[in-house]
């Protein structure tokens, strides 16, 4: 039996879509998990058709509220997922397949409907890779596109160290063994800590090429956002690699390298046999990647219906950047 898993957090808009492809792609059992939000919210939850509602009195974290929504599901097979994403047709089908040889599959997930925009699948964090992206941005990048490659582009299953919580299957005797999900981490690196303790255990996890979902994510820019990460990622490395957190905070004394200058966003570009990145961070990483885009038009134009505010986008021919360009603030 497949038990869908969402949480959400004040983002009942997205659920009645997600609820209604997920019925379509197969799934049994639909829980949504709610942490404190809105009387509004907590209505339309309750009133949702098929799916069974669990409100919390209190937001203990996004691990907690999947380890309360696995405690009320019933299936051996489990999908954990963020409210703000929707199933095309036949998006489930490989990852249930996949599900057959690993004990937890992730799809690639795109920001559009049109399928032009792929996200990012996250990466091992260690000091190591904290400090490329300070002292060696260009080459941080390069590696890090080297990874998503992949996993963007492949067809079979690849198997992988890490998967993001955003949305995976998982087996649910694998997910019981290793404990669940460590709700000291309110928000990011839960999935880190999770894997680790999943692949000690001897679980193998994969991204699997062929399944897609959409995830419309808006990327966070709450004040409180920079704290949580922080902490947790703190968090995660004192207790995972004790002496390398203290060796590489060390090292991270030094001074981050300046990103490349960029360009205004109106600028209008040919990106015909490239590829284009956009991230919010100016060394960007982690990016979401558009392939194949032909014609000319602004950033601006080429980001038209995305839910972004700002941040930066590059052109990247083989494996340099050609060009950035800064999208300002909305």
Not at 43 to 51: S, V
Not at 133 to 155: D, F, M
Request: hydrophobic residues 45%; neutral net charge.
């Amino acid at each position: 039996m497949l038990s869908a898993v969402i949480v959400n957090h004040r983002m009942a808009a997205f659920l009645p879509a997600l609820v209604a492809s997920l019925r379509a792609a197969g799934a049994e059992e639909i829980v949504v998990v709610d942490t404190p939000s809105t009387p509004d919210e907590r209505e339309r939850i309750l009133a949702l058709d098929g799916t069974r509602p669990l409100p919390l009195e209190e937001n203990r974290g996004y691990g907690a509220a999947l380890n309360a929504g696995v405690r009320e599901a019933r299936g051996d097979r489990l999908l954990l997922m963020n409210p703000d994403m929707e199933v095309p047709a036949g998006g489930l089908d490989p990852l249930l397949e996949a599900l057959g040889r690993f004990h937890a599959v992730a799809p690639n997930t795109f920001w559009d409907r049109a399928q032009r925009w792929i996200l990012p699948h996250p990466q091992p964090h260690t000091w190591r890779t904290d400090f490329t992206l300070r002292t060696r941005p260009e080459a941080a990048l390069k590696q890090a596109l080297a990874y998503q490659a992949r996993l963007w582009g492949g067809t079979d299953p690849v198997e992988v160290p890490l998967l993001s919580g955003a949305a995976f299957v998982v087996r649910r005797e694998a997910y019981e063994a290793v404990g669940g999900f460590d709700e000291r981490y309110f928000l990011y690196f839960e999935e880190n800590d999770f894997f680790e303790r999943f692949r000690r255990a001897a679980f193998h996890a994969a991204v699997v090429p062929r399944a897609r979902l959409f995830h419309f994510h808006e990327p966070g820019r709450h004040p409180a956002y920079a704290k949580w990460f922080h902490a947790s990622r703190d968090l995660h490395e004192r207790t995972w690699f004790p002496d390398l957190y203290l060796h590489g905070r060390s090292l991270l004394t030094t001074p981050a390298a300046a990103p490349a200058p960029a360009l205004e966003w109106d600028s209008p570009i040919e990106p015909a046999g490239r590829t284009l990145l956009f991230s919010p961070f100016p060394i960007l990483i982690p990016c979401t990647a558009a392939f194949g885009v032909e014609g000319t038009a602004t950033p601006r134009e080429l980001l038209a219906g995305i839910p972004v505010r700002g941040g930066f986008l590059a052109l990247v021919e083989g494996s340099s950047v050609r060009a950035r360009y800064s999208l300002g603030v909305k």
